[in-house]
């Protein structure tokens, strides 16, 4: 089977767990992705290719990246295709018509409701346009909530696959890592608590990340990292100094060594302002990442966060973007001793994993005739 990403092989956790769920089920996979300026090793064993493009942002970017998936979709030999995202949906299902492979398609998010599409009317109309025409025609699809598999289902009610499968992006079950005080000083922070930690992939806009470091003004004592890139990371970098200490930002880490991070920290933060479409029905997978590090949270009122927290006790709910409201909320979970909340943390993982999730991956390929 061959695995389509728009994006760098290296970071995408999502895709390497479903790799691993589609090799259980007996597929070898080949991965097909991008290789970007700042693309590190990719140290696998599976089989794949990292193309470059002459573009990475705009119309350029995404012709050439159309045209390249489907040159290579339509030469090399696999018994089955699986896209992810949008973005490398057309040359797959034109592909999938001229070859008469099957067809899974994995969407990461509400695409046509995405941040970066807000206020480009054109783009949206074009992405739109390919998504109603190829959606209806899909025979397996999944995405990573319910609120995004019912609002696709509101907009194609007569679509093949019908309602989306869902399989939310949750971390691999496995024992939780231990709080380490000196892990800190492996990245010249001072083991300051209490230790609040926010982290993203994409720290673009409306992550909250402004949010959360202005809240450190109403907030008594503590310490906020910041892992990630994107523009919000990078506006972070430039409060380092006003901030007297109480500010580390870290570039983005191998999984493992942010897990453990992680599970030093007191606090986890989920911020994203819900001022998109995409954004408001998203469900960020640090937030499982907080969970199985047990860590409490402090989290957006966005639906899915909020139905998974209020569920499990596991935190609080920002009543708004205000920094009071989050220093607030902060100081809140702060009042419940820790090792209460880890509890909590530790009963809601052992539900909230990506192995309670596997099956309907196997639905999906049933559903292609794969």
């Given at each position: ?147 995004i598999a019912d609002a696709y289902l509101e907009r194609y009610p007569n679509g ?56 450190l003004d109403s907030i008594a004592k503590g310490t906020l990292v910041v892992v ?143």
């Amino acid at each position: 089977m061959v695995v389509l990403v728009s994006n760098d092989l290296a970071h995408d956790q999502r895709v390497s767990k479903t790799c691993s769920t589609l090799e259980k089920a007996g597929w070898e996979i080949f991965l097909l992705g991008r290789m970007l300026p700042d693309s590190v090793p990719f140290k696998t064993a599976r089989l794949h290719h990292r193309f470059k493009l002459p573009f990475h942002t705009g119309v350029g970017f995404y012709a050439c990246l159309q045209w390249s998936l489907f040159w290579k979709l339509l030469w090399m030999p696999y018994d089955a295709i699986w896209a992810n995202d949008l973005d490398t949906l057309l040359p797959a299902f034109l592909v999938k018509v001229l070859r008469r492979k099957p067809l899974i398609y994995d969407s990461h998010e509400y695409f046509t409701e995405a941040a970066g599409l807000t206020g480009r009317a054109f783009q949206r109309g074009v992405w739109l346009a390919v998504e109603k025409w190829l959606f209806p025609r899909l025979n397996a699809v999944i995405t990573v909530n319910d609120a995004i598999a019912d609002a696709y289902l509101e907009r194609y009610p007569n679509g093949a696959a019908g309602r989306p499968l869902v399989v939310r992006n949750m971390p691999l079950s496995q024992k939780r890592e231990e709080r380490d005080d000196a892990l800190w000083a492996d990245y010249n922070i001072p083991c300051i608590r209490p230790i609040f930690i926010l982290q993203g992939a994409f720290l673009d806009k409306d992550r909250g990340v402004r949010e959360a470091v202005e809240a450190l003004d109403s907030i008594a004592k503590g310490t906020l990292v910041v892992v990630g890139a994107g523009v919000e990371f990078e506006w972070a970098l430039e409060q380092v100094d006003s901030a007297k200490g109480r500010l580390f930002c870290l570039p983005k880490l191998p999984f493992e060594s942010l897990r453990k991070l992680t599970a030093s920290a007191d606090v986890g933060l989920s911020l994203d302002r819900g001022v998109h479409g995409n954004y408001w029905m998203s469900l960020p997978n640090k937030l499982f990442d907080y969970i199985h590090a047990g860590v409490p949270v402090v989290v957006s009122p966005m639906p899915e966060v909020a139905r998974i927290v209020e569920q499990w006790q596991i935190g609080a709910v920002i009543a708004d973007h205000q920094p009071e409201s989050i220093a607030d909320a902060i100081e809140r979970v702060l009042q419940v001793p820790n090792p209460e909340w880890r509890t909590r943390c530790e009963l809601a993982a052992l539900s909230l994993h990506w192995e309670a999730e596997e099956q309907n991956i196997q639905h999906a390929l049933k559903q292609a005739g794969a």
